[in-house]
């Protein structure tokens, strides 16, 4: 079974940065995209940024040039480094890996979601 552990939510004001972590681990033979996504109260889950398994990033617009996303292939891990945050970033945000594994098929799984509130 394969698990998506993440961290590094919490609580930060308008200016702030912080960086969230979503390790995988289990029984994964190959991982290609890792992203994240995000849903506000009220709102649709929507995509933050991606990252293929070459290294290629995508963002939404609301997010470009604030956050980075990257990742640690030995480590199965995807990051994602979030500057100047504003109030409109506060959501949970979910980690999301594409993943082979001992089902020998492609799955796509979550992980648990992890609060981030920016507010003064």
């Known amino acids: 079974q394969v698990q998506l552990v993440e961290s590094g939510g919490g609580l930060v004001q308008p200016g702030g940065s912080l960086r969230l972590s979503c390790a995988a681990s289990?029984?994964?033979?190959?991982?290609?995209?890792m992203g994240w996504y995000r849903q506000a109260p009220g709102k649709e889950r929507e995509l933050v940024s991606v990252i293929t398994s070459g290294g290629s990033a995508n963002y939404a617009d609301s997010v470009k040039g604030r956050f980075t996303i990257s990742r640690d292939n030995a480590g199965n891990t995807v990051y994602l480094q979030m500057n100047s945050l504003k109030p409109e970033d506060t959501a949970v945000y979910y980690c999301n890996v594409t993943y082979y594994g001992i089902s020998k098929r492609w799955i796509n799984a979550w992980g648990q979601g992890t609060q981030v509130t920016v507010s003064s």
């Open positions: 289990g029984s994964i033979f190959s991982i290609n995209d």
